[in-house]
């Protein structure tokens, strides 16, 4: 039984388009996050939700929205997709925000977006 | 300066061998420290967790801390053609409530 999931696994569409990925986890956890990770394998944070509430939002374009409709979901949209968007995209979640083993993350498999 | 600096590799170590791993973090209050392995087209998988200076074992896998030197590290003894993977360190912090990854050290164990 899978703890993060996310869908889809592979993305492949054209520039200009708009997508959605999902993510549910069911470790009971209170916060989840979108990561992405380019083609240098640098694994860098864009959102994070504390029980449905964003609490980080880095500098990441406009055209990207996260939404999470309860604790256990995190969805990400991207509108008008552009080639430097192709990536993969991680889910993950932790038990909560605080210290020490609270903060251990566990990922999804990723989605790997192409954008041609 | 990156946050969370590792040296990228590829690390070649014999088979049966000890990878030592390096790892710095420019931040002094971070506060929990993290390695992951991933393995080429799949997702970060926790290996070791540490949070306080000194060392800790798990199985094969040493992570040591020292927060003076802002340096944490990641021993792997017996080294498996298994553990050739891309281990990443992650450093958190309170503020900014966030974990932060450094680039990875790609390992290659060869038998």
């Known amino acids: 039984d899978t703890a993060v999931s996310q869908t889809p696994k592979y993305l492949v569409t054209q520039m200009g388009n708009d997508k959605s990925i999902k993510c549910e986890q069911n470790?009971?956890?209170?916060?989840m996050y979108w990561y992405k990770q380019d083609s240098k394998k640098f694994l860098k944070i864009m959102f994070s939700?504390?029980?449905?509430?964003?609490?980080i939002n880095e500098t990441v374009p406009n055209r990207f929205s996260p939404k999470s409709p309860d604790k256990a979901h995190l969805n990400l949209h991207i509108n008008s997709l552009e080639l430097g968007d192709s990536a993969v995209y991680f889910c993950?979640?932790?038990?909560?925000?605080?210290?020490?083993?609270?903060?251990?993350?566990?990922f999804g498999a990723g989605t790997r977006l192409s954008v041609l | 300066q990156k946050e969370v600096e590792q040296n990228s590799g590829p690390l070649s170590v014999p088979e049966g061998a000890i990878a030592s791993l390096n790892c710095t973090y420019s931040d002094r209050v971070s506060q929990s420290f993290f390695w992951y392995r991933q393995y080429s087209g799949k997702s970060p998988e926790l290996i070791m967790s540490?949070?306080?200076?000194g060392d800790k074992e798990d199985g094969r896998f040493t992570a040591q801390l020292n927060k003076a030197s802002q340096y944490v590290s990641l021993l792997i003894r017996d080294s498996q053609p298994s553990d050739s993977a891309t281990y990443l360190c992650?450093?958190?912090?309170?503020?900014?409530?966030?974990?932060?990854f450094g680039g990875g050290t790609r390992v290659l164990v060869k038998p």
């Open positions: 992650a450093v958190f912090k309170a503020a900014g409530n966030k974990l932060t």
């Open positions: 470790l009971g956890h209170d916060t």
């Open positions: 993950a979640s932790g038990p909560t925000t605080g210290t020490g083993s609270k903060n251990i993350q566990y």
């Open positions: 540490i949070y306080s200076n």
């Open positions: 939700y504390n029980n449905k509430e964003l609490i």
